[in-house]
Every structure is written in C-alpha cells, then in structure tokens.
C-alpha cells in the first residue's frame, strides 16, 4: 500500500478524532458528562407498573340474565366501573378516597376536571357524570351494533342496501367510509374501514370502564400507595387531604350550606384541622349576617340615647300625670258640695291648660 493513502495511521487518527468532537458536541448539549443515567427510582416506578394487575372488561358486554324477564326482554347493558373507596373514619377525612391501581387505568387531564369543578359546579355530587358516562357508553354500544349489522348486509346479496328499510343503517355508517376513505387500506378487494371503526368504537367505550372521576380532587392530587387490603398487599392511588382547588377557590357554596345545616360534625372537623388556613367553610348567608353583626350593634347604640330620652320624658309626664290627678281628687273633695257648676268647670280648664303647657316645655329638653 502507497505511503500517501488517505487510510494511512496518521488520516485514521484525524478522523477519528473529528467524529469523538461531533459526537462530544452532540452529548455535551444533553449534558455530558454530567449525565447520571437512568435513575434508581424511575426503574422501581417500572418495575412497579409491570406488576400491576390489569382492570378486566369485555365488549360488547356480557348480557347473561339473572331473572326471567331478563330472560324474555334481554339485560339491559351496564358499565363495569372502578370503584372509589371512601373512609368513613374522622380522623382520615370525610372526602378521602383511594382506588385500585391497574395498569388500564384513566383519567381526566387536570384542566378539564378543574373546568367541571369551577366553571359547571360539579364538585362533591358526580351523579351527573355518571349518568352521562352511561349514556355514552349505550350510544357507543348502539353504534357498534349498527356497524356490526352494516357489515352483515354485505354479505346478503338479495338485499339491496339502498331500499327501504336498510337505507337508514348505510346512512348512520357510511359517513365513516368518506371520512377514512384513502386512510384505511384496502386488502384483497375489502374495505377494512368498518374493521377499524368498530376497534376504535369498542376501544372507547371500553375506556369508559376504566375511567376515574377524582372529584373533589384533582387526577394529579392522587400519589401510589402500599395498603393492606382483605389481608393482601395491594397497590392503591390515595387522594388525601384538602383538595388543592379549595385553597385556589371558594368552596362550592350548596356543599358549604350542607355541612351547615345537616352536617355540622364536618364543618367541626374541617374548622379545627384547618384553623391555620385562610379558607371559609360558612355558607355565605351565615357569613354575611356574621358581617352585618358590628353594624347592628353601632345602630342600636346610636339610638339608646333617644330611647332612654323617650323613656324618661314618659315616665315624667305619668309621674307628673299622677300627681295632678292626686291634687284634683284631694281638692275636689274639699270643696263643698254647695259649688256652683260654672266654677267646677272652671276649675278643671285650668287644671287642663296646666297639663298641656307642661307637656310642651319639656319636649324640646328631651327630644
């Protein structure tokens, strides 16, 4: 070999060294040498989801009948939900909650369940969530069964699709062929659209099965936990303590009124567990007659010199009152019974003329 080849020991080492530069460049922006390597508790956080038991369900639901009407008229289907499990201890919180860890497990995103529980009130009750969670998952089964019976008329040469009554099922399923018309592929001759969209049909809907409402609490509240269930070791997601939106915004203020009015041993439990935080657990009706306490008290003190005055100028006119009426008895009696009748009425004017002028000096000293 020629001492002046490109491949000789010297040219060797200038490559070499120019591709150990690039790849330094490139590790050096992901913060070579530096890089610690995977960590010790990403690979446990591994590990521990490869054990997790899987959240079995099927669809189309099972619709085996548990009595004899079922048995004439079908089971109608339900969902197979995760169970949230509530203590029911004081010390561990009345609105704590945990749920089975499986790997199939669902939630929320944050901002969407903050927007249920801000902007739609949908904090403590999530009956509504659940009623539309199974209104969903029959529309999704509806759906599929109209798909499956779309692609058995393909099969049914002597029926013509586009005839009455058939035409309504090709116009509820057809829609999907144009929307993925050039996406699915078509194999042997077979539009495989209708394949996909009962997969992704029965995807959803089955998704619902494993979906999870952490109302009060956020999905990202929620942390892994060991606990000791029917005395077995079993992963669990806790959500504990006060829920983050109850520091961000007011309490719901119905929840507040019912802590109130028909549980007071929860308004107790939160009033002395959370003392220390700026957080207002009275419904608004109590908080604003709380307010309006100091403006009450100022009102009345304003007018208690006015009442006493009142007060006193009454009991000075009837005390007064009583001792004309005691002078008027004595000298009535005194008089002989020989006076005229002129003279009596004379006498009692004057008596009334004395009442009046000393009603009317003594007004404006008290009022």
């Known amino acids: 070999m020629a001492t002046n080849s490109f491949f ?16 330094k460049s490139i590790a050096g922006v992901l913060g070579y040498p530096k890089v610690e390597g995977m960590r010790i508790t990403v690979i446990e956080k591994v590990q521990r989801f490869a054990f997790l038991p899987t959240h079995n369900t099927q669809f189309p639901p099972q619709r085996a009948p548990e009595n004899f009407l079922e048995v004439i008229v079908g089971k109608v289907p339900t969902i197979d939900p ?36 801000i902007r739609l009130h949908i904090s403590d009750d999530i009956g509504v969530l659940e009623v539309l969670r199974e209104d969903l998952f029959v529309a999704c089964l509806f759906f599929y069964q109209i798909v499956t019976l779309r692609i058995c008329l393909f099969w049914f040469i002597s029926i013509n699709p586009y005839t009455f009554p058939w035409l309504y ?14 996406i699915v592929p078509v194999v042997a001759g077979l539009n495989l659209t209708s394949s996909f969209v009962l997969a992704a049909v029965g995807k959803c809907a089955d998704g619902l099965n494993h979906l999870v409402f952490t109302m009060p609490f956020l999905p990202s509240e929620g942390f892994a936990k060991t606990m000791l269930l029917n005395g077995k070791s079993r992963e669990v997601i806790m959500f504990q303590d006060l829920p983050i939106l109850w520091y961000r915004y007011p309490i719901p203020n119905d929840l507040r009124s019912y802590w109130y009015y028909e549980r007071p041993d929860i308004l107790k439990w939160l009033q002395e567990n959370y003392k220390n935080v700026d957080i207002q ?23 208690t010199p006015q009442i006493l005055a009142k007060m006193e100028l009454s009991n000075l006119i009837i005390g007064n009152h009583s001792n ?44």
């Open 281 to 303: 657990f009275y419904p608004d009706n109590i908080v604003e007659q709380l307010n309006r306490q100091p403006e009450i008290i100022a009102e009345q003190l304003n007018k």
């Open 8 to 23: 000789n020991e010297e040219n060797k080492y200038v490559v070499s060294n120019v591709i150990a530069g690039f790849v």
């Open 324 to 367: 004309i009426d005691n002078n008027l008895s004595t000298q009535l009696i005194s008089i002989d019974s020989s006076i005229q009748t002129t003279e009596l009425n004379n006498y009692v004017i004057n008596i009334n003329q004395s009442i009046h002028s000393f009603i009317l000096s003594h007004i404006d000293k008290f009022i």
């Open 169 to 182: 099922i090709v116009g509820m399923v057809d829609w999907t062929d144009d929307a993925l018309q050039g």
């Open 82 to 117: 995760i169970v949230r499990n509530f203590f029911y201890k004081v010390e561990d919180g009345f609105y704590n909650f945990y749920v089975i860890n499986y790997k199939n497990l669902y939630f929320l995103p944050d901002w969407l369940s903050q927007f249920l529980q």
